[in-house]
């Protein structure tokens, strides 16, 4: 069973690869009409010149998330460690044939990986969008430069549809005509969702319940002002921005709620049957057995539960 799942994440980072860094997937060409003014907007530079360049929201959505899971998963294991409800003897979890692993390392493995496995999905879903739509950027015009004499634009209701109509530089014409929908809009917000339910599930110390909608409404924020920002550079249209926004949503709703479950409980091979009944699958079924760590959550959650009724 992980193997296959290490088989379907293997495929996943491929695919996204060859949309990303390849030509195997050739760019719809989208055609335009002649002095279309929602393509004239100024054209402000690469995206390095960006206020939210590249390297910033890809270090952003990979490095806070691994990096706050990581922190919340060690500090969670090492006050239930502590406690007098820890059971010494469960401190490590069977998760294979010949493999042991700390809950703790069991845990965060298995969040960030849903996580990661998200991020290149989005990255999937974007480029097949852009892919398939050619849409045009809004400052599409002013880079393509078409000789408007040569392309017999005298009426502004001219249609042109042929690639060569573009002087401008190929690569910079390329990248306008892959804006639908808004790759950082859809990153931003499955970061900034994921986090906030993992913040929101996870998190059950007394003190929180103002803390914790302050530091989720915190990330929504942060991916609404990256989609802002798309916009005012006149790098995306508000459809792209909010097609971005839906597809990222719509991922981290399902991996958190139908995968995870809510970062709660365990993953049963068989939830209709009873563990008893499964004495020799209970070794290959990764996340099968209880550990200590998810039965404390579980005993905190319910607590926390009986309080607010």
């Given at each position: ?17 060859y ?29 390095e ?61 298995r ?43 005298q ?58 909608p ?45 995968v ?17 009944s ?14 200590p ?6 005993s905190q ?9």
């Amino acid at each position: 069973m992980l193997y296959f799942q290490l088989v379907i994440m293997a495929g996943t980072i491929m695919l996204a690869y060859y949309f990303e860094y390849t030509d195997t997937f050739t760019v719809h060409v989208q055609g335009f009409f002649c002095y279309d003014t929602s393509y004239t907007k100024p054209y402000l530079g690469p995206e390095e010149s960006s206020a939210v360049p590249p390297i910033l929201l890809y270090a952003v959505v990979a490095g806070l998330p691994t990096l706050l899971i990581t922190i919340t998963e060690t500090v969670l294991f090492l006050v239930q460690y502590t406690s007098k409800e820890f059971d010494r003897s469960e401190k490590i979890v069977a998760t294979g044939d010949c493999c042991y692993l700390n809950p703790l390392v069991r845990r965060t493995f298995r969040f960030l990986g849903v996580y990661a496995f998200g991020l290149f999905t989005v990255d999937i879903f974007v480029n097949a969008g852009q892919v398939v739509t050619g849409n045009l950027a809004p400052y599409f015009l002013t880079v393509c430069k078409p000789n408007y004499t040569a392309l017999g634009c005298q009426q502004a209701l001219r249609y042109i549809s042929h690639q060569e109509a573009c002087t401008g530089n190929q690569d910079d014409v390329l990248r306008a005509r892959k804006t639908f929908p808004s790759k950082e809009a859809a990153l931003s917000i499955y970061a900034a969702l994921y986090l906030a339910m993992y913040v929101t599930c996870t998190v059950q110390a007394k003190g929180t319940r103002l803390a914790k909608p302050v530091m989720s409404l915190g990330f929504m924020c942060l991916a609404f002002l990256t989609g802002l920002n798309r916009v005012a550079e006149y790098r995306n249209h508000w459809s792209d921005v909010i097609a971005g926004f839906i597809i990222g949503m719509a991922i981290a709703t399902f991996l958190v709620v139908c995968v995870v479950h809510n970062f709660k409980g365990k993953l049963l091979l068989n939830e209709d049957s009873p563990a008893e009944s499964q004495p020799n699958t209970a070794m290959l079924n990764m996340g099968h057995l209880d550990s200590p760590l998810e039965k404390y959550i579980a005993s905190q959650n319910h607590i926390a539960f009986a309080e607010v009724t």
